[in-house]
Every structure is written in structure tokens, then in C-alpha cells.
């Protein structure tokens, strides 16, 4: 298996961290990218200087181990490394970029090199990443959920198919999608737990995170149904997305519970960072909630034309709520 890091990734995750360390009182790595870049400037001129450089970080790159992160990562998923030809590592400005997936379209040279591989039936793997999660502590954890997710979706027995259809309505689709995710990352985080490793998030978080998404579930039961899914092995694809529509097919897993304790939770959906926005369909940070103590009724009300199945509690993107604004207001 092949891991490929794009070169201004490279640039940007050792200047980003020679900084911060320098910055932190540690000038060892600031003062070893000098000793070596500062020749370059001194014996090349300015048209050569870019492939000395380009070598220059990925030397250090490699030096200071931040290709063991990806390649220690495939060490935990020997599956993926007998599937996977290549792994294309590509960086990204904000965290609501970030994420990991089978090889479908970066750009045409991708997309070449992927089909390359699955001639020979192999797969590609594309993962992006903000510089400073390199040297983000839960590096680990983030890539061993976001590979274990690939091995999913690699596993026939999964039957993973990305153009499932959900939903008869924006709303309602956005609301099946979410739980799909919530139910997939909770059964992917207690599977590494079990094995023994550090999940993504802990138990009371995933549980936390399903009440807020299964709200129909009482509270006298949500510990039992969230505890039978937890102890889960596997859920297929169709499985997920059959609970992701169908609160009763969850409750079906409900498991006996002694003394169980049900948590505080949130009785309205997680807006959770990184969702899609429900309106416009992109990742988003910048939710805003309580929208009907926020916004006018006239602009809701025009927003629910506009999208039937939408109502408040799902949220909305500042952006979408801007607009929808001047929109209702007859401005644009």
C-alpha cells in the first residue's frame, strides 16, 4: 500500500509546527528547519529554490514522524492494507473538510491514479486533514474511527451504498441522515472500545448524542435501547439506515439494564460541528439555534415553503439564516 501526502500538506504541517513550538518555548524543530532552509536561500536562486524545498519538508516531514501517524494508523486494519493500493492524503483549511473516504473524484489526475489501482483490484483511499491535527493528541482515535468506517464500507458483508435514497423531503432526509451517522459512529465507537483501544468519543458521549436524535424513545427506556446497541458487533448498511427510519426497529434492540441511570440529555437534535446544514446541505460550525426566539415568524414561515419537512428544531447555517432573511424580507 502507497500513502501520498500533497506537497503544500507537507509545507504547511512543518511551518505550522515550528512555529507553535517555537512559540511555546521549544525552538528545537524552528531551529532545525532554519539550519537547513537558510542554504537554500543563500546557494540556489529563485527559480530552483522550490525542489529544494519541496525535499526539504519531505525529509523533515519524515524526520519528524509525522508519516508513522498514517502509516501506524493501517497497522491496526490489516484488511485495508490487503484492499487499499493507494492513500491519498490531502490537506484542508477548516475542520468541517476533514474526513475519510473511498477514492471517488479530488481532480482528474486522482481519479486516474485511483482507477490505476482498481484495475488490479485494489482500492483508493482519500483522507483530508487540517495541518495542526498532526500534532492534535487525538490524531490517533480520530483516524482509527475514520478507518474503521472504511473498513465498512470496503467489507461486501457491509453492503455499503452511498446513493441510498431517504426521505421524501429535505427535512426529512436530514433528519434520517444524521441518526445513519449517529447510529454508525456510536456501533464503530464501542467496537474499538471492546477491542480495547480509545474510541473517538466515550459511551456517556454517544449516549448523550443518541437521546438528542431518538427524542420518541422515553426516558425509562433510552438507557436499556442505547445499551443494546452499544453490546452490537455489526450492523450492516441497510440495517443502519432501516433504524435511521424507523424508531421501533431501534427500540428492538433495547436490552435489560440494572439500576440503570438515565442522563440529562438534550430533548431536541445535537446540532453537532461538522453536520451537513439541513438548507443548503453543507458541513457547517457556525449553527444557530432556538431559532424561534431568533427569528421573525414570517421568515420561518418562509423557509418552511421553501423546504417542507423543515421545521426549527433541525437548525440552520448562519449563512442560510442570512439569506432567508433578505429573501423574506423581499431584498433578494
Known sequence: MEIRFQPALLQEVIDSFA???????????YNEFHEFADPIYEKFSLDDREPEFKK???HL??????????TDAFVEFPDLR???????????????????????????????LAKKFEEKGLKGVGIKLIPRRFYDPAI??????????????????????????VGVSPGEEHLIMNRYRVLWSLI??????RGGKDPMFSREYRLREFRSWYRKISPTQVESVFEGLWQTDYLTH??????????????????????????????????????????????????????????EKFVLDYIRENHPGWDVEYGACDRCVEVYLLRAAGVV
Open 19 to 29: 512555529e507553535k513550538t517555537e512559540r511555546e518555548g521549544d525552538p528545537t524543530y
Open 140 to 165: 490517533n482515535r480520530y483516524l482509527r474511527h475514520e478507518l474503521t468506517h472504511i473498513s465498512d464500507m470496503l467489507n461486501p458483508a457491509f453492503g455499503y451504498d452511498p446513493d441510498t435514497k
Open 238 to 295: 441497510a440495517e443502519l439506515a432501516e433504524m435511521a427510519q424507523d424508531t421501533i426497529r431501534v427500540m428492538e434492540r433495547a436490552v435489560e439494564v440494572e439500576d440503570g441511570e438515565v442522563p440529562q440529555v438534550p430533548t431536541k437534535p445535537m446540532l453537532m460541528p461538522g453536520f451537513p446544514c439541513p438548507l443548503c446541505r453543507f458541513p457547517t460550525y457556525a449553527w444557530v439555534e432556538d431559532l424561534d426566539e431568533k427569528v
Open 61 to 70: 516531514f519524515a524526520k519528524w514522524g509525522f508519516t508513522d501517524i498514517l
Open 82 to 112: 490487503e484492499k487499499v493500493g493507494i492513500v491519498l492524503v490531502r490537506g484542508v483549511l477548516k475542520e468541517d473538510g476533514e474526513g475519510v473516504d473511498v477514492l471517488r473524484r479530488w481532480g482528474i489526475v486522482e481519479e486516474k
Open 56 to 58: 526539504l519538508y519531505q
Open 188 to 193: 464503530v465507537d464501542s467496537r474499538i472500545a
